[in-house]
């Protein structure tokens, strides 16, 4: 059956401001995706599209899911609404209880919020609390790191590294400072999974210890591997690393998981693929396989319980949404869970191993790529920048490979991979194929 249906385009392009958008370009050339189902979308040109970025690293169960569908209007028609400020609905107590289980022991406990952006404020903000409540209220420093996206909350840009999302927002949080990135292309590119060199890149950690002082840093926070910042991995023993000088001085581990959390590398979160545990772990996105906004701020036992056995009667944590814990919300992340659960999707990645990681390493030598990593189901494609317009050929490819009919996300140069994990072999191979005779129709 045809997806086109014309009266999908509107007409007016000026009441809606987009997001992360070069807003008029695109109203100059306007393209809208109008349905989806499993690997692909369809756009209002009737265009098919593998979806290659699982929505922005959120789909992880493919697209149009129909028991998470079910349960969404079902949850409708019990409890639409209950807010939960003092007040409790079972959805919410229950949906909680089965998230807690898939992460390790003992992060028991977790904070309900509505984004990736609202998990990580909420997560520093805990740092920042749970120090005070030790009778530490010196530790206030929050560390992130070059390169880093933490989301769009001014606590998220104050510790995110990416020049362009703070560069117009003022001074940002005070008291924050940032470790290197580990991004070493040359000791390790083309890389096949975690890259061998760099562990001393944590030591930057120990350096802004002995900067600032440890009595005055509150938390660290890393992504295990970074997403937005163009797929940065691990160095080999490095995350390890980070969580002794962390665990020396008295400073929190999170890991914003908001990309890595559910099922994407392998495991239900990085914490437990990479064996290193944090005491705060932030997602949102596959949580709820993006149907509605909804993220988990994950806590240690440690954390909680500083919080529970405080002395003072009320409220402990003055912190939360409106839609923190929203019945319909835990209704989609239930079903959600149901998926990853029945199909074992947390596991999938690893059994696409070879072929991702073959297909990864195959790009060493193709016109103008000068690096291509990853883990399954992680990759990215790094491609030389022409030296008079940084960032025009990575926009040429993903154009090239939406007209042959994969949606690919491009970071300036780098061609990012992260499909559904419901992807299958043969559909790996199409999406490699793709981008490759798109690489090499691009000068
Ligand atoms: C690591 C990380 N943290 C936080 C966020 C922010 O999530 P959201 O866009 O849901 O606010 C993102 C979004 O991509 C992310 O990748």
């Not at 979806?51 to 409890?79: E, F, M, Y």
């Not at 919410?92 to 209880?97: E, I, P, R």
């Not at 060493?364 to 030296?387: F, H, K, Q, T, Y």
């Amino acid at each position: 059956m045809s997806q086109l249906d014309h009266n999908l385009v509107p007409n007016d392009l000026e009441s809606y401001w987009m997001p992360f958008t070069a807003s008029r370009d695109f109203k100059d050339n306007p393209r809208f995706i109008v349905s989806a189902d499993g690997m692909y979308y369809h756009d209002s040109d009737d265009n098919k599209l593998l979806d290659v970025s699982a929505g922005l690293w959120c789909v992880n169960a493919g697209h149009h899911r129909p028991t998470i569908n079910a349960a969404i209007a079902d949850q409708l028609s019990k409890l639409d609404f209950a807010h939960s400020f003092n007040s409790g609905h079972p959805y919410a107590f229950n949906f909680a209880s089965r998230l807690v289980a898939h992460f390790p022991d003992p992060l028991n406990h977790v904070f309900l919020t509505n984004s990736g952006s609202e998990s990580v404020d909420t997560a520093l903000k805990i740092a920042l609390a749970y120090h005070q409540h030790k009778g530490k209220g010196s530790k206030q420093r929050l560390i992130g790191r070059e390169r880093a996206y933490h989301g769009m909350g001014f606590g998220g840009i104050s510790v995110g590294g990416l020049v362009k999302n703070r560069q117009s927002f003022g001074q940002l949080l005070p008291g924050t400072d940032h470790i290197r990135h580990t991004l070493d292309l040359e000791r390790n590119a083309f890389s096949r999974g975690l890259p061998e060199h760099g562990v001393e890149f944590a030591e930057d950690l120990q350096r802004l210890v002995d900067l600032h002082g440890a009595d005055n840093i509150a938390a660290l926070i890393v992504e295990p591997v970074s997403g937005a910042g163009g797929v940065i991995l691990p160095p080999q023993g490095y995350l390890q690393r980070l969580r002794d000088i962390c665990k020396q001085n008295d400073i929190l581990l999170i890991f914003d998981e908001v990309i890595t959390g559910f099922g994407r590398l392998g495991a239900a979160s990085a914490a437990e693929k990479f064996d290193v545990l944090p005491d705060i772990i932030t997602t949102a996105k596959g949580i709820s396989n993006a149907t509605i906004p909804l993220g988990g701020v994950f806590v240690s036992d440690d954390v909680y319980n500083t919080f529970m056995e405080i002395e003072s009667p009320g409220v402990e944590l003055n912190h939360g949404y409106t839609y923190s814990g929203h019945p319909v919300a835990c209704a989609a992340g239930m079903a959600t869970l149901d998926i990853y659960e029945t199909e074992s999707l947390f596991h999938r990645a690893n059994r696409l191993e070879a072929t991702w990681l073959d297909e990864l390493m195959s790009f060493a030598g193709e016109p103008n790529v000068i690096d291509a990593r990853g883990i399954p189901l992680i990759g990215a494609i790094e491609l030389a920048p022409r030296e008079e317009a940084p960032m025009q050929r990575g926009a040429e490819v993903g154009k090239r490979c939406y007209e042959k009919g994969a949606w690919v996300r491009t970071i300036g140069d780098i061609v990012v991979l992260s499909p559904p994990l419901i992807v299958t072999e043969s559909q790996i191979l199409e999406i490699f194929e793709i981008i490759r005779s798109s690489i090499r129709e691009v000068a």
